[in-house]
């Protein structure tokens, strides 16, 4: 059974560093693109960026680039997003998903983490 | 980026009705679409791929057609576990953009 269990609720300050993860199961991790979408409370879905396990090739969504950085480890089998300065407008809801193989379907999230709460407040 | 656009926003309807929800890209993007569900409080689920394929494990109740800039999604007959937030997604050209989202909630 495919699996993607992400970390628990962050609270930090602005300024404050995070990693967050996603831990894969059931399926062969270097073989699957992940990525990260963001949901501010109440708002809509964003893309930011995916990444190949298998090389740790990255793109990003402009809007995000130079603010997270999202990272893999084959043998953890665990995709990874990071701040390394929070800005309140980072506060919301981040979720990981698994990316199919085949061209045709190559954009599409066919299995999602339950999602992880991020706060940033003074 | 390709920005997608959904209409309505927001719907009520009864249970056994047809529901039908547009989204519309700003650019061509031959027939690389998803549509996601999302219910209240969870992550989102994949229902249709590549515009009309529906995902293992999905009622057929769900469909979806169109190509090139214009696409619809229908729910044959509403149930009430089909109430939530329903996105239109892109995968022609990173990056891959959602749709603003269509609320669908029982009447």
């Known amino acids: 059974e495919v699996q993607l269990v992400q970390s628990g609720t962050e609270v930090k300050k602005p300024g404050e560093s995070l990693k967050i993860s996603c831990k894969t199961s059931?399926?062969?991790?270097?073989?699957?693109?992940i990525t990260w979408v963001r949901q501010i409370p109440g708002k809509g879905l964003e893309w930011m960026a995916r990444i190949d396990p298998s090389d740790s090739y990255t793109d990003y969504n402009p809007s995000f680039r130079g603010h997270v950085t999202i990272s893999s480890d084959i043998s953890l089998t665990t995709a990874y997003l990071q701040w390394a300065s929070l800005k309140a407008s980072d506060t919301a809801i981040y979720f990981c998903a698994r990316l199919r193989q085949d061209r045709a379907a190559a954009g599409t999230s066919d299995f999602w983490g339950q999602g992880t709460l991020v706060t940033v407040s003074s | 980026d390709i920005q997608m656009t959904q209409s309505p926003s927001s719907l009520s309807a009864s249970v056994g009705d047809r529901v039908t929800i547009s989204c519309q890209a700003n650019h061509g993007i031959d027939n690389f679409l998803n549509w996601y569900q999302q219910r209240p409080g969870k992550a989102p689920r994949l229902l249709i791929y590549?515009?009309?394929r529906l995902e293992t494990g999905v009622p057929s109740r769900f469909s979806g057609g169109g190509s090139g800039t214009h696409f619809s999604f229908t729910i044959t007959s509403l149930q009430p576990e089909d109430v939530g937030t329903y996105y239109c997604?892109?995968?022609?050209?990173?990056?891959?953009?959602f749709g603003p989202g269509t609320k669908v909630d029982i009447k």
């Open positions: 590549l515009a009309s």
């Open positions: 059931g399926y062969t991790f270097s073989n699957y693109w």
């Open positions: 997604q892109q995968y022609q050209d990173l990056p891959f953009t």
